[in-house]
């Protein structure tokens, strides 16, 4: 149900053949790989995120358990993501636009804001037993749909055609220093 381009990494990004990629195994507990864009990374995480949500949905109604556990690995996966973009990728679009309170990374953190009271509202909702929380779901997939295509179709390939590939680099070598939820 998603505008946006038609998938082409399988549901574990580690194992995509259509990006080349190289691993990075200084991150504890998961694999990640090195895109050749942060477009093609970044688009293969939100995929990632996208099929997690979805499998918390389909365990909600009869594996309730489950599903708490797969939404809070949703949960913190989307926190990660969240930080990468905000402390790391961001902050290389600002230096070369000048944009730091306007524009588009200004809109990406207000609904970066937006998505956090979701994933709060819904994980107090679980953790307390209560799983009617379809409305709240529906909420944060709405969301997220528009988040991911405007950061999809113009904010990451724009940073894919500023950046250097040593800066690219060094994006990725910054985003394996972040600590994962396990780590």
């Not at 942060?38 to 909600?60: M, Q, V, W």
Request: with cysteine.
């Amino acid at each position: 149900r998603r505008c946006r381009r038609p998938r082409v990494a399988p549901s574990n990004p580690c194992h995509a053949q259509s990006m080349r990629t190289r691993d990075l195994t200084d991150i504890p507990g998961e694999c990640v790989m090195k895109a050749e864009t942060i477009s093609g990374y970044y688009a293969a995480d939100h995929d990632r995120l996208d099929e997690l949500f979805a499998r918390y949905r389909s365990l909600k109604a009869n594996e309730p358990m489950a599903a708490r556990a797969t939404f809070d690995e949703f949960r913190s996966g989307l926190q990660r993501h969240i930080a990468w973009e905000e402390d790391i990728l961001f902050p290389v679009f600002e230096s070369y636009t000048g944009m730091r309170h306007s524009g588009p990374t200004a809109v990406m953190r207000a609904e970066h804001r937006q998505i956090e009271h979701c994933l709060d509202v819904i994980g107090k909702g679980l953790h307390e037993g209560d799983g009617a929380t379809d409305d709240d779901d529906a909420r944060l997939l709405s969301i997220l749909e528009s988040h991911n295509f405007k950061e999809e179709q113009v904010l990451y390939p724009a940073i894919d055609h500023q950046v250097t590939t040593g800066e690219r680099d060094e994006v990725f070598d910054r985003m394996a220093r972040v600590p994962g939820p396990k780590d």
